[in-house]
């Protein structure tokens, strides 16, 4: 396995965790019939594995044969087309990453560890996963935390005092089926048609940084998308010069969980180099360029992650963080938790920064986990990762931003229903005062809540 703790021996009970260190080894990607003649070299190449992404059932068909049974196909194909918030697009490195333990021969052979594992779980999720009876939460929305309401300019979304996110593409090299913007990033499924951007890339980018000059308060930006590696270097590079040029801008994030699903993509000469340029620049202007990005298991942490990692700093970022979604299924467990935050710093000098609770989008129920859960969860991985690399687990409450999941003003466990304050207003709620209630929400999914609690939902979405 490709884990930096062996997942093989028993684990100890729950709270108790045991540190081990191991090596990471790259999972062999031969092991799938379809990929048996493929290179080293091309296994390297970013356009190799652009070029061979899966996208839908006969491409999945193509590089495992018959190690998966037909049921799972059927499943698969019973989610995408009454389910899915996402389309499907896996880079060969992330598939590699599913099952890495199983090198099975035989057919059918596969799907037991396909059905369980976690990255598959989040990646390519099948209609056995979702609720039967609560897929949805009835608060639920496509533009969960609300970003577009609150864009100033297309793409830059201000919700913060002195931070902005701004989105310069709708499009990532993976999919996730949890995704967050799922109303705007990625392919229209048969649930969901999708929101797109209007302008121009160009003229995007060139309002957002007229937005910047014009507004001194904003220190810091998230740049994001979708997904940055989609974004040709060039015209990254040229906006990231554009953001240098603002005084008041001296923090500088830049999203990529590509990192994780096409390492090949970060570590590649003209993207370092590239790199290099930016961080030269940003360091004689005092300014800080970090790199996050999106592990949410620590199979996933392999050698050409740690080492597209490890270049990236080479090449004179200030910081490469990691920032984890909190999922059923996936890595909602202490032990799990650990064994990713240290395979991220022992192996890759990634630092582990936030878990976001999984936030509320249609379909999503089976992936959340109820807020005190989260909250059992940070006390339990205290104390055993330094104080710098021990993440915090928050919860982004709508309109209110991200919170730790200890900072509730209230909380009702049998209704699951939480409320939140906070000590700003986003340029939204400032231009309507009357929209602002000082309090603010999140809810546990309805099917972890006591029976007094989901008989309460129920009653009130049937009323």
């Given at each position: 396995?490709?884990?930096?703790?062996?997942?093989?021996?028993?684990?100890?009970?729950?709270?108790?965790?045991?540190?081990?260190?191991?090596?990471?080894?790259?999972?062999?990607?031969?092991?799938?019939?379809?990929?048996?003649?493929?290179?080293?070299?091309?296994?390297?190449?970013?356009?190799?594995?652009?070029?061979?992404?899966?996208?839908?059932?006969?491409?999945?068909?193509?590089?495992?044969?018959?190690?998966?049974?037909?049921?799972?196909?059927?499943?698969?194909?019973q989610?995408?087309?009454?389910?899915?918030?996402?389309?499907?697009?896996?880079?060969?490195?992330?598939?590699?990453?599913?099952?890495?333990?199983?090198?099975?021969?035989?057919?059918g052979?596969?799907?037991?560890?396909?059905?369980?594992?976690?990255?598959?779980?989040?990646?390519?999720?099948?209609?056995?996963?979702?609720?039967?009876?609560?897929?949805?939460?009835?608060m639920?929305?496509?533009?969960?935390?609300?970003?577009?309401?609150?864009?100033?300019?297309?793409?830059?979304t201000h919700?913060?005092?002195?931070?902005?996110?701004?989105?310069?593409?709708?499009?990532?090299?993976?999919?996730?089926?949890h995704?967050?913007?799922?109303?705007?990033?990625?392919?229209?499924?048969?649930?969901?048609?999708?929101?797109?951007?209007?302008?121009?890339?160009?003229?995007?980018?060139?309002?957002?940084?007229?937005?910047?000059?014009?507004?001194?308060?904003?220190?810091?930006?998230?740049?994001?998308?979708?997904?940055?590696?989609?974004?040709?270097?060039?015209?990254?590079?040229?906006?990231?010069?554009?953001?240098?040029?603002?005084?008041?801008?001296?923090?500088?994030?830049?999203?990529?969980?590509?990192?994780?699903?096409?390492?090949?993509?970060?570590?590649?000469?003209?993207?370092?180099?590239?790199?290099?340029?930016?961080?030269?620049?940003a360091?004689?202007?005092?300014v800080?360029?970090?790199?996050?990005?999106?592990?949410?298991?620590?199979?996933?942490?392999?050698?050409?992650?740690?080492?597209?990692?490890?270049?990236?700093?080479?090449?004179?970022?200030?910081d490469?963080?990691?920032?984890?979604?909190?999922?059923?299924?996936?890595?909602?467990?202490?032990?799990?938790?650990?064994?990713?935050?240290?395979?991220?710093?022992?192996?890759?000098?990634?630092?582990?920064?936030?878990?976001?609770?999984?936030?509320?989008?249609?379909?999503?129920?089976?992936w959340?986990?109820?807020?005190?859960?989260?909250?059992?969860?940070?006390?339990?991985?205290?104390?055993?990762?330094?104080?710098?690399?021990?993440?915090?687990?928050?919860?982004?409450?709508?309109f209110?931003?991200k919170?730790?999941?200890?900072?509730?003003?209230?909380?009702?466990?049998?209704?699951?229903?939480?409320?939140?304050?906070?000590?700003?207003?986003?340029?939204?709620?400032?231009?309507?005062?009357?929209?602002?209630?000082?309090?603010?929400?999140?809810?546990?999914?309805?099917?972890?809540?006591?029976?007094?609690?989901?008989?309460?939902?129920?009653?009130?979405?049937?009323?």
């Amino acid at each position: 396995m490709n884990t930096a703790r062996s997942q093989a021996e028993s684990k100890p009970p729950e709270g108790v965790y045991e540190y081990r260190r191991g090596e990471l080894v790259e999972p062999d990607w031969r092991r799938f019939p379809g990929w048996r003649k493929v290179t080293e070299a091309e296994w390297a190449d970013p356009q190799w594995q652009r070029a061979h992404c899966v996208k839908d059932a006969k491409g999945l068909r193509a590089v495992v044969g018959d190690l998966l049974d037909e049921e799972f196909y059927a499943d698969w194909e019973q989610d995408r087309l009454y389910r899915a918030t996402m389309s499907v697009l896996l880079p060969p490195h992330m598939i590699n990453t599913m099952a890495p333990q199983v090198a099975g021969s035989r057919p059918g052979e596969l799907t037991k560890a396909f059905y369980d594992d976690p990255v598959r779980r989040y990646m390519l999720p099948v209609f056995s996963d979702r609720h039967p009876t609560w897929p949805s939460h009835p608060m639920a929305s496509r533009d969960s935390l609300h970003e577009q309401d609150m864009w100033v300019v297309e793409g830059l979304t201000h919700r913060y005092p002195t931070k902005v996110l701004a989105e310069l593409l709708s499009t990532c090299p993976q999919y996730c089926g949890h995704c967050t913007r799922m109303d705007l990033v990625g392919n229209s499924t048969p649930q969901v048609t999708k929101n797109r951007l209007t302008l121009k890339p160009l003229d995007r980018a060139e309002r957002i940084l007229d937005h910047l000059r014009r507004t001194p308060g904003i220190r810091d930006v998230v740049v994001s998308g979708g997904d940055l590696a989609n974004l040709p270097w060039p015209r990254l590079e040229s906006f990231l010069s554009g953001l240098l040029e603002i005084d008041s801008i001296r923090d500088i994030r830049l999203a990529s969980k590509a990192l994780i699903g096409l390492p090949q993509y970060w570590s590649s000469s003209p993207v370092l180099e590239g790199v290099a340029r930016i961080a030269a620049t940003a360091r004689a202007r005092g300014v800080q360029v970090a790199l996050h990005t999106h592990a949410n298991a620590a199979q996933q942490v392999t050698p050409l992650v740690a080492g597209a990692a490890h270049a990236l700093l080479a090449a004179g970022l200030r910081d490469v963080r990691n920032q984890g979604v909190l999922m059923r299924g996936v890595n909602d467990s202490a032990h799990e938790l650990l064994d990713l935050c240290f395979a991220l710093t022992d192996h890759a000098a990634v630092t582990p920064y936030y878990f976001y609770m999984c936030d509320m989008i249609p379909n999503a129920e089976h992936w959340r986990v109820p807020l005190h859960r989260a909250q059992l969860l940070q006390r339990q991985i205290m104390g055993y990762l330094p104080g710098f690399s021990t993440p915090r687990i928050v919860c982004d409450v709508p309109f209110a931003g991200k919170r730790w999941v200890d900072q509730t003003d209230a909380y009702d466990r049998d209704l699951g229903i939480s409320h939140w304050s906070k000590s700003y207003l986003t340029p939204l709620e400032a231009a309507a005062p009357d929209a602002h209630s000082g309090s603010y929400h999140y809810y546990d999914p309805i099917d972890t809540l006591p029976a007094s609690g989901q008989r309460w939902w129920r009653d009130t979405r049937q009323g």
